[in-house]
Structures are given as structure tokens and as C-alpha cells.
């Protein structure tokens, strides 16, 4: 019973705080600008990795008609750009650092970023220090917002609706908040972090996507208090094989509401997510540390959490000689479960048959050690036979996985612009033996074995060649000499 006041106290928390993030975003008369961990006057990092005061930020405004990206053309740090109500049609790039985009909200009325189904992006950034809040997103073929190896990045209170492949999408970012936003209708993860570490995902509300929220070769996220239905699949930690950086490890997946995430997955042919079977609650994928804590997962008809290795996942790791395919470490907690795993599919309704289980709650299945889990009596699991009496039986002592003070940026003097180039954008489509939205990066050394400059002539133009596969964006935002840096790179990628 306390067990239940506490989640159920945990429910209430998640419903005030999308109440009051509905509040605050549709009443909000004036712009008030609350605090940020970057406000102007205190102390930001600039790009020389020297900290610098940054001075108390010019304002500007943007009206209806007006282009945002021209405010961010003529923006410094600590600068705030505010944005009435209004219909923008445009992509936002920033790569300055400490900018801070701010949608205000009049009547209810947000300004509205429209992509159209013709633009990629609404807003990709790559500067340090960037906070996105109150925007409405929608119909944009790429992605809502994307950061390019940005930290200390927030992005917040937006709405984000049929924005292609991704809703919100830091990659390659450390130190990072994704707060009180709501998305739908994403053709892959609505909010993916990627490559990241260091982020706190709290109190969104994510639903009629493919994937909810994606932890995905990240370290110390926080996933709490966010509400996660209707998905094809609600919470992930995966490690996607092909990518720069190998691990995903020390997640906590928390006070979250995991409810009916039995929607068709109508993700792209091929790639990884497409794998996902409709009704999965949370899926831990070859991820290490994973604690899942007081969290309603109910309802998901494959499974409610399960547990595997790549392999069971569906994914080729064999020639990604640094990786540790299996799932290591995983703590399951307290959580109400009820009602999953009543219809599943592939390999899962297999072993239920097997199993003779109507229902399945929790399942783990392939190779990895140490798991633990507290009262398994109470749930419907399947193969959970190795796994002891967790020790620990709260994460309380975690607050946060957010950094007290911005990180510095990446050095990107010590590492090469196009390696950084590569990871920072490239690998969020592209791995080198899966294909995760674009082909396999062996495939393209395949086709472009000594031509960089082939490469260069796509990326500035892409065509659209595969029919099973979306477009690429054009990436015209990059300079020339970084484009044949990350041409060269790309080609000597050998895993
Ligand atoms: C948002 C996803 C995305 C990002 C980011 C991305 N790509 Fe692609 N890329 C694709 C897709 C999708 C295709 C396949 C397009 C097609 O065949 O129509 C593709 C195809 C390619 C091809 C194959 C061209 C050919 O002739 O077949 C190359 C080369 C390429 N990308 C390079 C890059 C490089 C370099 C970067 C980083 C600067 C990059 N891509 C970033 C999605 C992406």
C-alpha cells in the first residue's frame, strides 16, 4: 500500500507537471524568463575553452514574418532571442554558443516552426550553452531539433509533432536537459539522445511514434516522470553497434507512466528501430547498469521490460571488435506492472508459448551477467533464473545526472574537425555495418572508395537514390574545408 501512495504521489507529480507545463506555456501573458544554469551575467565557456563573463544579454525580437535565423546571424553570447507568435517557415542553425531561443507565448498562442514536409530541420544547433523552449514544432522531414556535439544544452516546453525521423535529438552532447516537452507522430525516436552524457529527460509526454525515449550510446542519463504511450515502443537503452562511441551504460529509467505502447511500428524498412516489436514496454539492448525504478508499466502487449543482447536484438556487431554486445548490471526495482505481454509477436510469443505464460511482465533473454531484480514474485517473467536479490532498493540518492556547472565544449583542436564533424552529424544516420536512417557507411566507402570529393558533391546536393530509404538533408551548413575533412574521414571509418 505505501508502495502505491508512492507511485501513485509519483503519478500525481507527473500530471502536475504536465499541468503546469500546459499552464505556464498556454497562460503565460509576459515573457518571464525563469533561470537558466547559463543566466546572463554568470559565468559561460566559450568555444577557446576560456570562461568568459558573458555580459548581460541583448534582447531581439522576432515577429511574424520576420526570420529567426536572421536574430541568430546577428546574435553574440548570452544573447536571448524571443519569438512572437507567429508562422516561421525555416531551418535555425546556431553555432554560436550561450543562445538562448524563446518562444513567447501570447493567448495561448505559441510561435509555430513549420516545416512544411519540404525543410529537414527546424532547429540544429552545434554551439555550447543553447536553450530551445516554447516552440510549436511541426511537419519537418529530418528532425525537430537536433544538436550537433552541443553541451550544456536545454531544450524545453516545446511541442513537436510529425517532424520526420527525430523530435528532439542531442547527439554528441554532454550536460543537457530535455524538460516539459510533448511529442508525436516521429518515424524513429521522439526524443533520442544519442552519443550523449550526462542528461536528464524528464516529465515529457511522448506518444504515436515509434520509439518514446532512446537512450542510445550514452552514459549517466536520468529518464524520469515522463509519459510514454501509445508508442510501438516506449523506453529504450540500446547500444547500436557502428557508432563511434561503443557503450551505453548507467541509465535510470524512473517514475515514468509506460502505458499501451501497442502502436504499428511504422518506422523506416531496415532500420534498427524497425526492429522493435509493437507492444514493448522497455527494452534494455546490450546496455550496462540500467536501474528501473517505481515506474507503471502497463498494458504493452509484447512485454513490459525485457532484457537482451544484440544478437537477440536483431542487430550484426561481430565486426565492431569494441563492443560489449551484452546486457551487464541491470537492477529492476519496485515498479507496478499489470496486464502486459497479452498478444505478442516473433520470437517472444514463441517463448511465452513455450512457457505456457498468457501475460509477460519481464523477460530476459541471450547473454549478459549480473542482473538483479526485488520481489520477482510479483510479475509474470520469463527466464529471469540468474538473477539475484537486488542489494540496493532505491535510486533516491540520484537527483540529478546533470553536471552543477557547464562542461567546456568539445576540443576541437584535439580532435580532428572531420572525425568531430562525423560524429557530431553523420553518425546519427549513419553506422558503419547497420543501417540506423541512411546506409551503412560500408556500403558508401563501398561506392566511394578513393573519391572524397564524391562525397563533398553529395552532401552539398544530395539526390534521392534509394527508394526504401528518406532523403539525406543537404548539409550546405558546413563549411567547405570541413566537408572534405569529414569526406576523408567517413572513408577511413573501419568500424
Ligand atoms: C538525417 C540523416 C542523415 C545524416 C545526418 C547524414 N546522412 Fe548521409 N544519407 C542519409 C540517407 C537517408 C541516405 C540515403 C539517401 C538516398 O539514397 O536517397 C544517405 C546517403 C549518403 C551517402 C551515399 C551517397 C550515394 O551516392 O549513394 C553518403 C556518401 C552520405 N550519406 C554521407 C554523409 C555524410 C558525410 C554525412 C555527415 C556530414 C551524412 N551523410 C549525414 C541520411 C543522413
Known amino acids: 500500500m505505501k508502495r502505491l501512495k508512492k507511485l501513485l504521489g509519483a503519478f500525481l507529480l507527473v500530471l502536475i507537471g504536465i499541468g503546469i507545463g500546459k499552464f505556464i506555456l498556454g497562460n503565460k501573458p509576459k515573457q518571464v524568463l525563469g533561470p537558466t544554469f547559463f543566466e546572463s551575467g554568470s559565468s559561460g565557456i566559450t568555444s577557446n575553452g576560456e570562461p568568459t563573463k558573458i555580459k548581460d544579454g541583448a534582447r531581439y525580437e522576432v515577429k511574424d514574418g520576420e526570420s529567426i535565423q536572421a536574430a541568430v546571424a546577428k546574435a553574440n553570447q548570452g544573447d536571448v532571442i524571443l519569438v512572437y507568435p507567429g508562422t516561421y517557415s525555416e531551418t535555425v542553425y546556431i553555432d554560436k554558443d550561450n543562445i538562448r531561443v524563446h518562444g513567447v507565448i501570447e493567448n495561448g498562442e505559441r510561435p509555430t516552426l513549420n516545416g512544411n514536409k519540404q525543410l529537414n530541420d527546424a532547429f540544429l544547433y552545434s554551439g555550447n550553452g543553447i536553450t530551445i523552449e516554447n516552440f510549436k514544432i511541426i511537419d519537418y522531414k529530418g528532425n525537430g531539433i537536433m544538436g550537433q556535439a552541443g553541451n550544456n544544452f536545454i531544450i524545453k516546453n516545446n511541442l513537436i509533432i510529425n517532424t520526420g525521423v527525430y523530435g528532439i535529438f542531442p547527439q554528441y552532447g554532454k550536460n543537457g536537459l530535455i524538460e516539459l516537452n510533448v511529442l508525436s507522430g516521429i518515424e524513429d525516436a521522439a526524443i533520442y539522445v544519442g552519443m550523449c552524457d550526462n542528461i536528464d529527460v524528464r516529465i515529457n509526454e511522448v506518444f504515436e511514434s515509434v520509439a518514446g525515449i532512446e537512450i ?27 557508432l563511434p562511441i561503443k557503450t551505453c551504460d548507467d541509465v535510470i529509467f524512473r517514475g515514468n507512466y509506460v502505458l499501451n505502447n501497442n502502436h504499428k511500428n511504422f518506422a523506416i524498412p531496415g532500420s534498427v528501430v524497425s526492429k522493435i516489436p509493437s507492444g514493448t514496454g522497455i527494452l534494455v539492448l546490450a546496455a550496462d547498469n540500467v536501474v528501473i525504478e517505481d515506474n507503471f508499466i502497463i498494458g504493452n502487449k509484447c512485454f513490459g521490460i525485457a532484457i537482451t543482447d544484440l544478437e537477440n536484438g536483431g542487430m550484426k556487431f561481430s565486426t565492431d571488435g569494441g563492443l560489449d554486445p551484452y546486457p551487464d548490471n541491470a537492477s529492476i526495482l519496485d515498479n507496478y506492472m499489470a496486464n502486459n505481454g497479452y498478444n505478442p509477436s516473433g520470437a517472444i510469443a514463441k517463448l511465452t508459448k513455450v512457457a505456457m505464460l498468457d501475460k509477460l511482465d519481464i523477460g530476459f533473454i541471450g547473454g549478459g551477467s549480473n542482473h538483479c531484480i526485488l520481489n520477482p514474485g510479483r510479475y509474470v517473467t520469463l527466464g529471469l533464473g540468474s538473477f539475484a536479490q537486488c542489494e540496493a532498493t532505491s535510486t533516491k540518492a540520484v537527483k540529478t545526472y546533470m553536471l552543477p556547472n557547464p562542461v567546456p565544449p568539445k576540443d576541437v583542436s584535439q580532435m ?24 551503412s557507411v560500408a556500403d558508401i566507402q563501398m561506392i566511394y572508395r578513393d573519391n572524397p570529393e564524391g562525397i563533398v558533391e553529395y552532401i552539398t546536393n544530395p539526390i534521392h537514390k534509394r527508394q526504401d530509404f528518406p532523403e539525406m538533408p543537404p548539409q550546405t551548413h558546413l563549411p567547405e574545408d570541413i566537408k572534405m575533412a569529414v569526406a576523408e574521414y567517413l572513408l577511413k571509418v573501419t568500424k
Open 216 to 242: 542510445e550510446n550514452s552514459r549517466h542519463c536520468l529518464v524520469e516522470y515522463n509519459y510514454v504511450h501509445d508508442n510501438a515502443g516506449g523506453l529504450l537503452a540500446f547500444i547500436t553497434p557502428g
Open 416 to 439: 580532428k574537425k572531420g572525425k568531430m564533424a562525423y560524429y557530431g552529424i553523420c553518425a546519427g544516420c549513419h553506422s558503419y555495418n547497420n543501417i540506423i536512417v541512411g546506409p
